[in-house]
């Protein structure tokens, strides 16, 4: 019995700094949101269309961004994955766990 509760103390302190990373990480992402997108505003506002390279240069930072946001995408979805895969062998060694003390 003393493994469980171990065990839950453990789930505990993970899902506590779980959720603690994520404030963090929110609190980044919008705070680079807005800081990028008033670069974009002001690149916007202050390129002259008429000049071939102000237009080449908003195309080419569009360009990166696009590149940048999907590759992000698909890190998001391979951590969520990886993350599914041990909470899945989590579950798994709690039901080894339950069958080996019966």
Known sequence: MSGKNNLNRVRGAALSR???SERHFKLAF???FVV??????AFIVLADFSNRFHLLLVLAAMAVYVILGLGLFALGAHVSRNTLIILRAIELL????EHRGR
């Open 30 to 32: 919008y705070s680079a």
């Open 18 to 20: 779980i959720e603690k």
């Open 94 to 97: 709690e039901e080894k766990e």
């Open 36 to 41: 990028e997108t008033l670069f974009l505003i």
